[in-house]
């Protein structure tokens, strides 16, 4: 079993406290592993690629829906393009509320709904901490992206585990401590059932079926891609997967027939979890009930 020599230390990872991890430590692989924020966040080259001496400054991904166009932001602390003149109280507010700061460039706009904050907003405060002190150590650059456009009111859906919440005493349960991590990675944001933009998290949860198109530059009759079903059915979902299969396709975007997955899953991101961390990842959406 893909848990085997670790399960002992599940508890020990459950805090950065416990290891010799320190807080921007902490927050460099959170924002570099399960949160994938360069997936979005990094500006990409012809192939598609995130261009690394570049992370963070913005144009990565535009999302053009019904509802909005938007290109993600430059988050380096950039004090004219990026996120440098923030407070940390206005990072965190950004993070979990969606909304900008009351001063600068688009003061106290909201954030477009792509931005996953109705799943940040189950950070714990530690973590919360050790994000904003990582991106204070990113390389500013100077990037200015195309202002977001709404054609409606920003309207996001409430993630159940979000709103409820966690604290670390959970995490001794190595499910919940993949719950929490499943949330702020926001998995279940595109492999929940969606429909007219909105998602299903009661009776949806995992079921995928969202559509994305290709990445800009992609060659003409580049096919969607769909998320999977990754409920515990045997069928239709990883059920009948091992867990080395799973963490095979989370990591190295391989289904378990081989066949390659396709973007914008953020495997290359995935591929740095930490064994604990995927095993209990791994260990949570064998719960996630299967599709009915």
């Known amino acids: 079993m893909f848990r085997i020599g670790i399960a002992g230390c599940v508890v020990l990872?459950?805090?950065?406290?416990?290891?010799?991890e320190s807080s921007i430590e902490r927050g460099g692989y959170l924002v570099n592993t399960i949160m994938a924020c360069g997936n979005c966040h990094s500006p990409r080259d012809a192939e598609g690629r995130t261009i690394a001496e570049r992370a963070f400054s913005g144009g990565g991904l535009t999302f053009t829906t019904p509802a909005f166009i938007a290109t993600a932001p430059n988050i380096t602390p950039d004090v004219e393009t990026g996120i440098g003149s923030w407070s940390d109280a206005e990072i965190k507010r950004?993070?979990?509320q969606g909304i900008r700061p009351d001063h600068g460039h688009l003061a106290s706009a909201p954030l477009a709904a792509i931005m996953p904050v109705n799943f940040y907003r189950a950070l714990l405060p530690d973590d919360l901490d050790a994000i904003v002190g990582y991106l204070r150590t990113v390389?500013?650059?100077?990037?200015?992206?195309?202002?977001?456009?709404?054609?409606?009111?920003?309207?996001?859906?409430?993630?159940?585990?979000?709103?409820?919440g966690f604290?670390?005493?959970?995490?001794?349960?190595?499910?919940?401590r993949g719950a929490y991590l499943v949330t702020i990675g926001h998995c279940m944001e595109c492999h929940s059932a969606w429909s007219r933009g909105v998602s299903d998290f009661k009776t949806g949860l995992?079921?995928?079926?969202?559509?994305?198109p290709p990445h800009q530059g992609s060659p003409d009759g580049?096919?969607?891609?769909?998320?999977?079903?990754?409920?515990?059915?045997?069928?239709?979902?990883?059920?009948?997967?091992?867990?080395?299969?799973?963490?095979r396709a989370v990591t190295h975007g391989m289904a378990r027939d081989g066949r390659i997955l396709k973007p914008p899953m953020g495997y290359a991101y995935y591929a740095g979890l930490k064994d604990a961390d995927l095993a209990d990842i791994i260990a949570y959406l064998r719960t996630v009930p299967p599709l009915q």
């Open 167 to 176: 604290n670390k005493a959970m995490f001794a349960d190595p499910v919940r």
């Open 139 to 164: 390389k500013p650059i100077r990037n200015e992206v195309p202002d977001p456009v709404y054609k409606a009111p920003v309207r996001r859906d409430s993630y159940p585990d979000a709103e409820a």
């Open 206 to 212: 995992g079921h995928g079926g969202r559509v994305f």
């Open 13 to 20: 990872l459950a805090t950065s406290g416990a290891t010799a």
């Open 222 to 247: 580049t096919p969607d891609s769909v998320a999977a079903n990754i409920t515990s059915d045997p069928t239709a979902g990883i059920g009948a997967w091992t867990d080395q299969e799973i963490a």
């Open 94 to 96: 950004a993070l979990v």
